[in-house]
């Protein structure tokens, strides 16, 4: 079935009857609550005045999980914008947050963070590597920015990813391959690729350590295609006339033709981590983690384009039809790209429930962009492929460090007591990116400086959050985050000159406030109200070119996005399994993002403040254990987004339209049936409606290379236990074959299979 032809009542009526097969309530019952056990989710998370959804290992396990990032791709709302295997620019998507705004989530290893937010884009997604499949105990997520110990990037989410620690030796490895068959346009082609993966561990008294190691080697489909606007130039004299090209409807649904397929990417990717944990004493402990990552990547092209004897072309004037076009040197361009990051990170806590009303925590993180070249050829192929001018980039010493101190204090007080969470949090940011021009683009050194970005942003916040309890089944929580932003050290260069901004200083504080009644023995109702703030990006401030001794096309003065968001949920527990229906509402003014001022001449593309917006709609979420004869597991969601402009003074034909890459539905449902203790069998499926790329949503074309579309996936997975220690796997992944979009194509049907060991 097509996902255009599918309506989200009938996703949503086909989940609702398969959990209202097994809705039925535990034979014991018990009192809801709340908040979890502390030992397992975050500290932050403990008093959580906002909707919160977990992906077990159990789930994880029965799903196909290439990288880290698939963990999560069945949670509610949540959608990852992965192109290919091993993509790095997976992003993170939420119900009010777009596949663009990566700045709009904050995702946790553990105490570390590994939301990259240089920026707010497709090129700055999480460092999902920072913990391998393997090592993913669960996955603990919140929705919005409701929690004082958080900024204002929680707008769409907090993830957290919790990774095991060995109590005793532990060691076992697995092994994956994996193959794609993709068509579209003139590629006809199968992509294959493979992922290894190991980890190894033990406790010695007071010392637990781990080692994990990854290598994953793939070759994606392509990601681009070199296109054209229909021709009306007539011809005159010398074009190459050729044959291979394809017609096609752009966004807009205008004529074009398709000169070829880029962004070929063979990838080769390896990440290693090691993890040390001493017990400093009883409730203390000290955690050490290092961890590397190298990716070497080589981006190929193939053109449809053939001439008379059957060569491709790659550039130049060309008759296709009776007329001509033109394509550039680097409308086909391949590429190559090596990059060797390391995180360090150092964590304490401590904790003594039985025995203090005290707890901390303390963690120190640095991440550093130790070498990241890319290099693009200026002449076009084959004479490329020998080598020839061109330029290289270096990104080198661009990274962050972040510092946070936490203090719990829950004093015992009856029925009125108090839990109290206060604390400090550092960060920054930076930027160093330098492109040169050079004679020999394969190997060549920089020689002449083309174009130089660089800065740093800084935040530090004070935060305190009073969870108080009022009688037995209710709680107010209130909260108050105070930040202070800096952007400052920001240049811009060109081959002349360098210019520099001004130093900013921002400061904001967010208010929050949460009630919740335990209302019954099987319902909890909460309702939660907050501010926040989400600071411009070192990117997004210190962008564009320089004319002269002049900045343009781009606004150093940025103003941050202020979130005034609210949510109303009700949750009701089925006893092996619970029900959530959230309603939520985020009005964001000056939301940040990539848009066309329209009101000046000639008109400015770059990153500018939309003054109004408007996202709220309902979310609904059950998951149900050990039904249908203590063998069937579901898991699944619906979500309803109403995005809308409100008010954008730069580009008044967008207000009244929908924020882009917001859908206004999605769904989840994912069904696991365990034969026995050594097979089980999982069907699941995702949906995603209506979305726009543009803000004045005139891209109504959304079926084809460069537009966002609507989408049903279907996914299977076959688990089969060998024995205690061997298991193995064959699953595939858009079952369907559905053909869809994030503007870069997404994959077609993947077969992937899978060995594990363990000692």
Do not use: C
Not at 443 to 452: F, K, M, Q, R, Y
Request: charged letters at 20%; glycine letters at 8%; proline letters at 3%.
């Amino acid at each position: 079935m097509k996902a255009n032809k599918l309506s989200a009542f009938s996703v949503f009526t086909i989940l609702s009857l398969g959990f209202n097969q097994t809705s039925y309530s535990a034979e014991e019952p018990q009192l809801l609550d709340e908040v979890s056990v502390y030992g397992d989710r975050p500290a932050a998370f403990r008093n959580i005045t906002t909707s919160t959804e977990a992906a077990t290992r159990q789930l994880i396990e029965s799903t196909n999980v290439i990288n880290t990032e698939d963990a999560v791709k069945y949670l509610p709302s949540v959608q990852i914008r992965k192109r290919y295997i091993g993509d790095r620019n997976a992003i993170l998507a939420s119900r009010n947050a777009g596949t663009l705004d990566s700045a709009r989530s904050l995702v946790y290893a553990d105490n570390v963070l590994v939301s990259m937010l240089l920026g707010n884009s497709y090129s700055f997604a999480p460092r999902w590597w920072f913990v391998s499949p393997q090592e993913i105990e669960r996955v603990d997520v919140s929705y919005g920015a409701h929690s004082a110990a958080y900024a204002g990037n929680a707008a769409g989410v907090v993830m957290v990813m919790k990774s095991r620690m060995p109590e005793k030796f532990e060691a076992y490895a697995d092994a994956q391959a994996f193959s794609q068959s993709f068509k579209l346009y003139g590629s006809d082609e199968s992509y294959n690729g493979s992922r290894l993966g190991a980890f190894l561990g033990n406790r010695h008294d007071n010392l637990r350590w781990s080692f994990s190691f990854g290598h994953l080697s793939n070759t994606g489909h392509p990601m681009s295609f070199a296109t054209a606007a229909r021709s009306t130039t007539a011809l005159s004299g010398g074009e190459t006339a050729v044959t291979g090209y394809h017609w096609d409807k752009d966004v807009k649904g205008a004529d074009r033709v398709v000169f070829g397929a880029t962004g070929i990417d063979h990838n080769l990717q390896d990440n290693a981590k090691i993890k040390l944990a001493y017990d400093i004493s009883p409730g203390s402990r000290l955690t050490y983690t290092l961890g590397y990552w190298q990716s070497d990547s080589d981006v190929s092209v193939q053109s449809y384009l053939r001439d008379a004897a059957g060569n491709p072309v790659y550039s130049g004037s060309v008759d296709i039809g009776g007329f001509r076009y033109t394509l550039a040197n680097t409308a086909m361009q391949p590429s190559k790209r090596i990059e060797e990051h390391l995180m360090n990170s150092l964590a304490w806590r401590y904790d003594q429930k039985q025995e203090s009303d005290w707890a901390f925590e303390a963690a120190l993180t640095k991440y550093t962009f130790g070498k990241d070249t890319t290099r693009k050829p200026a002449v076009a192929l084959p004479a490329a492929s020998a080598g020839g001018a061109g330029q290289v980039q270096f990104l080198d010493g661009t990274g962050w460090h972040t510092a946070d101190v936490r203090a719990d204090w829950r004093p015992e007080r009856g029925s009125r007591g108090h839990d109290v969470a206060f604390g400090y949090h550092h960060d920054q940011h930076t930027l160093s990116d330098r492109t040169y021009a050079n004679t020999d683009w394969l190997a060549g050194n920089a020689t002449t400086v083309s174009a130089g970005n660089s800065g740093k942003t800084a935040t530090q916040g004070l935060y305190v959050q009073d969870a108080i309890q009022m009688g037995q089944d209710m709680k107010l929580t209130l909260g108050l985050r105070h930040e202070q932003w800096r952007a400052f050290s920001g240049t811009m260069t060109n081959t002349t000159t360098t210019q520099s901004y001004t130093e900013r200083k921002e400061n904001f504080s967010s208010p929050k406030l949460s009630l919740s009644w335990v209302a019954t023995e099987k319902w909890l109702l909460r309702g939660s109200l907050s501010r926040a703030a989400r600071f411009p990006t070192v990117t997004e401030l210190f962008q564009g070119s320089i004319s002269g001794t002049s900045i343009i096309n781009n606004d150093p003065n940025l103003k941050p996005e202020k979130i005034l968001a609210g949510e109303l949920a009700a949750e009701r527990d089925l006893g092996d399994g619970n029900l959530r229906v959230s309603l939520f509402q985020d009005n964001v003014t000056d939301y940040l993002t990539r848009q066309t001022n329209t009101t000046v001449t000639p008109s400015v593309t770059n990153i500018q403040n939309v003054d109004k917006v408007r996202v709220r709609g309902v979310e609904t979420s059950m998951q149900r254990r050990n039904a249908f004869m203590q063998r069937l597991d579901l898991t699944g969601s619906v979500t309803f987004a109403d995005s809308e402009i409100l008010a954008n003074s730069k580009n008044p034909a967008s207000v009244g339209k929908e924020m882009i890459r917001i859908p206004d539905w999605r769904a989840t449902l994912a069904a696991t049936w365990h034969h026995n203790d050594e097979m089980d069998f999982t069907l699941a499926g995702r949906y995603s409606g209506k979305q726009f790329n543009l803000l004045d949503n005139s891209d109504t074309n959304g079926d084809v290379y460069g537009g966002v579309s609507r989408f049903f996936v279907m996914d299977a997975k076959f688990n089969y236990k060998l024995d205690k220690r061997l298991s193995m796997s064959v699953g595939v992944d858009n079952l369907n074959n559905e053909e869809y979009y994030a503007a870069h194509p997404y994959p077609q049907r993947t077969w992937i299979v899978q060995v594990k060991g363990s000692l």
